[in-house]
């Protein structure tokens, strides 16, 4: 009980006389916390809004959009017909499966399209209507031209030898073709024969998010398509994908589901085959990850209570347990390799675990508060789901430190029967490099301040660049190749626009109408020019002054005669028809429009007029931050100061992912400077300010730097997911270099502190690693690039905190007068057991 405190050996003993009581009750709360920790995974959410705070404009929107319309999701079923021969079958395919479709329940579809065919043939019988007044009064005013130049031919009163006046309106096919937007279908069908596809759209009856509602709508799609006999069964060659909201959000959640299932497994099998081949002891599986998974369980439980409320999990959290079980093992770790090394120096397993507690209780209580200090530094940021992060990881750190000092000494006591007390005579690699650095300390250091330089030439690079903004490369792997990316893409180009509009909400039709002039305005200028498709608002749906253009498409009508019908190439005839319609003409109420014609316009309690329908153009800057952010907050800016009272609210997918990339750049900076300043407090806090304070920081900083450096080197951007890995690296990289200096100070003893704890804790960092890398099996690009970056701060930081710290601690201690060291170590392979005991007590190398 060497170093051992009475308050220590009175806890120690506590432990181990209640330890059974100890244990029921923590399997007992485990109960209640498991089944709110599988609550939170079974809530799993991609959607982007739930990255964002709910008082973010776009999150307030979007929330605003959904409670005021139904609707505004899509599952489009795309069929590659692979020729055009195939295109009849193809849409047989489609009308069978619609037919099907429109069983669903309502709850779960609203409408399901195959074409336009209505929507063409109503915009047809009142297309005098849709025209502006003072175009209509053009056409007439140039059939009525046409008209009295014909007369005074035929009664040979010309005033002049002029040619009669042109009867060319494509200037005003060509205002209303820019103003449809989008492009027309064939025969009234979501199809086209050059492109070889055709498409099926379902209106979803109300927004949802992660897989709910959308996984039932598409899993029967996709059971009624295997009713059906699938593609193959009308053409050979045929091929089908889905595409639209739902099956982004289907297709993401999926992908986190899968990857947790596997990264799970992977996991655990590696962590425990890292623990037998360290201890070489199989019970040491037992006594750590029994203690572990009931905090992990623990923290999540607490996590979903006030006041922290985390309820759910999102795209950025999704890999929590795994990461805690990574990061919080390390102090379980450090206590068992503690009490395996006294063991193995022949101590009794009660003795040995009261040394344990004693002198693993220090580093790794620094360690857990940085660690918990660096995850909760994401508490400050904009980001909701860094917000749950932090909240999480900070209190899974400290709670798996507390379950390892509570929990491991009585299970220890149960399970440890001396099977791992025989030492080994082989010289380990941790032995060796120990050694080395004793011997050449200034080498390292040297070396090290080498790497320092490198890593500060390339760190000039860094600047706004390395910021990822292409949300194009944070999608799932494989959608670009065969999945909704893919299938996305063949959908805008077919309709040859977005499906899904950004909406601007305000509070009356005035509003409305003057924010949609504003916006068609500035669409004809940078940025906007080019980048919309169409603005729509209730009078574009429901026309003004419908009683003076039925009566002027009445006058136009009756004037033309059989002889300027007979004086009209037929271009210049079916443009007429086209303006003038066929049918008889009336007025057209709200009651009779297409449904789809006042998507995004009526409300849930049937208003209409206080929303502007904005359709971008799809095209590749709509994937680009700076183009996006651009796009969003012009919008945003005009609508603003159109209204003079009350700011209208833009609401959509793109405006989110805009202000994703705001929140990225505010928050970096903001969550790394309080991760570092919070690491620093807990080391100045536990360990004063002496000089070993500033090596640890300074072995930190170093690892850190060389990560970023590394980062630039590699190319790997930093992005909505992974730019915590920075200040998670503050925390979990301090965690090495605080042990390794806590053991330094204990034995003064360079290679006794690389020997022995740089084995523990190059084993923490194997397990952490472990953790991390379960990132790296992700299909989301964005997780994926999280994961490097984790994994290379995690290599980078061990090796200054095994390397670089303990050789400048030996440098600096050989410039000081010797001091004799509280406990005498002959050799700090001792420390982790390969040296043998004699029998008068004292080792022998």
């Not at 979501?190 to 509602?213: H, N, P």
Request: charged share 20%; with cysteine; net charge positive.
């Amino acid at each position: 009980m060497r170093g051992s405190s009475a308050r220590v050996r009175a806890f120690v003993a506590w432990t181990l006389r209640h330890g059974r009581l100890l244990w029921m009750l923590a399997l007992l709360l485990a109960i209640p916390a498991t089944v709110r920790t599988a609550r939170m995974y079974a809530s799993l959410r991609s959607d982007l809004e739930q990255l964002l705070p709910r008082d973010a404009p776009s999150v307030h929107a979007i929330e605003e959009l959904r409670a005021r319309m139904p609707g505004l999701q899509h599952l489009g079923v795309i069929v590659d017909v692979g020729g055009a021969q195939n295109l009849p079958a193809g849409e047989r395919l489609l009308d069978d499966l619609a037919a099907r479709v429109r069983t669903y329940p309502k709850a779960l579809v609203r409408a399901v399209r195959v074409g336009d065919a209505e929507e063409r043939a109503f915009l047809e019988s009142h297309a005098p209507l849709y025209l502006d007044l003072e175009d209509l009064q053009t056409i007439h005013d140039r059939l009525e031209d046409r008209r009295d130049w014909e007369v005074a031919k035929k009664t040979g009163s010309l005033l002049s030898d002029e040619g009669p006046p042109p009867l060319d309106f494509a200037d005003l096919e060509k205002k209303y073709a820019a103003r449809a937007g989008g492009r027309r279908s064939e025969r009234g069908r979501f199809s086209s024969a050059e492109q070889k596809t055709t498409l099926l759209l379902i209106e979803v009856a109300e927004a949802s998010g992660g897989r709910g509602k959308g996984q039932e709508l598409l899993d029967r799609v996709k059971a009624d398509l295997a009713a059906l006999g699938g593609p193959d069964r009308y053409a050979p060659g045929m091929r089908l994908g889905f595409t639209g909201d739902v099956a982004i959000s289907v297709e993401e959640t999926s992908a986190l589901m899968a990857d947790l299932s596997l990264s799970s497994v992977v996991v655990a099998l590696l962590v425990i085959a890292s623990l037998v081949l360290y201890f070489r002891w199989w019970r040491s599986v037992l006594v750590l990850l029994a203690p572990l998974l009931l905090a992990t369980v623990y923290a999540f439980a607490l996590a979903s209570l006030p006041p922290f409320r985390v309820t759910e999990l999102n795209s950025n959290t999704a890999f929590l347990g795994s990461i805690v079980v990574g990061n919080g093992i390390n102090f379980g770790i450090m206590l068992l390799a503690r009490h395996v090394e006294e063991r193995r120096r022949g101590v009794a397993t009660a003795d040995a675990l009261t040394t344990a507690v004693a002198f693993a209780r220090p580093g790794t209580l620094a360690a857990a508060l940085a660690s918990s200090v660096s995850y909760a530094s994401l508490i400050v940021t904009d980001f909701r789901g860094f917000e749950q992060f932090g909240y999480i990881g900070g209190l899974g750190m400290v709670i798996s430190w507390v379950t390892a000092f509570v929990l491991i000494p009585p299970l220890t006591l149960w399970l440890d029967r001396g099977e791992h007390v025989r030492p080994s005579r082989r010289t380990g690699a941790m032995e060796r490099l120990g050694r080395l650095v004793a011997a050449r300390p200034g080498v390292f250091v040297t070396v090290g301040a080498l790497l320092l330089a490198a890593a500060a030439v390339e760190l000039r690079h860094i600047g706004p660049h390395q910021l990822e903004t292409d949300f194009s490369k944070l999608r799932r792997r494989d959608t670009w190749t065969s999945g909704e990316g893919l299938w996305g893409r063949r959908m805008d180009a077919l309709l040859g626009t977005y499906l899904t509009p950004m909406v601007v909400l305000t509070d009356a039709p005035d509003d409305a109408r003057r924010v949609a002039q504003a916006l068609r305005d500035a669409a004809t200028r940078p940025p906007l020019q080019g980048m919309i498709a169409s603005i729509r608002t209730i009078d574009d749906v429901l026309p003004a002054d419908q009683e003076k253009k039925i009566a002027l498409a009445e006058g136009i009508r009756k004037m033309l005669t059989p002889n300027i019908r007979a004086n009209l190439s037929e271009e210049h005839r079916a443009s007429i028809e086209r303006f003038l319609g066929s049918g008889p003409l009336e007025a057209i109420s709200a009651a009779n429009l297409p449904a789809t014609f006042t998507i995004g316009l009526r409300e849930r309690d049937g208003t209409l007029g206080q929303s502007v329908v904005v359709y971008p153009v799809p095209s590749r800057a709509l994937w680009q931050g700076e183009q996006l952010g651009a796009l969003v907050s012009t919008i945003r800016g005009v609508s603003s100061a159109t209204v003079s009272s009350g700011s209208p609210r833009v609401a959509g997918s793109l405006p989110l992912s805009a202000d994703i990339v705001d929140s990225m750049r505010r928050d970096g900076v903001r969550a790394t400077a309080t991760a570092l300043g919070g690491v620093l407090v807990v080391v100045l806090a536990l360990f004063g300010a002496r000089r070993a304070s500033g090596l640890v920081v300074a072995s930190l900083l170093t690892g850190v730097a060389w990560l970023a450096a590394l980062g630039i080197a590699f190319g790997v951007k930093v992005n909505f997911a992974n730019f915590i890995a920075y200040p998670i690296t503050f925390g979990i990289g301090v965690d090495y270099a605080v042990n390794v200096a806590s053991r330094f100070r204990e034995d003064g003893d360079t290679a006794a502190a690389v020997a022995s704890t740089g084995g523990a804790v190059a084993l923490c960092s194997a397990t952490t690693v472990i953790g991390y890398s379960s990132l790296l099996l992700a299909q989301n690009q964005a997780l994926f690039l999280f994961g490097v970056l984790a994994v290379l701060g995690e290599i980078t930081c061990l090796v200054a905190a095994i390397t670089l710290l303990p050789a400048a601690l030996a440098w600096v201690s050989r410039r000081r007068p010797p001091a004799e060291p509280k406990v005498r170590r002959s050799s700090g392979a001792e420390n982790i057991g390969r040296m043998a005991p004699r029998t008068d007590g004292t080792t022998h190398a």
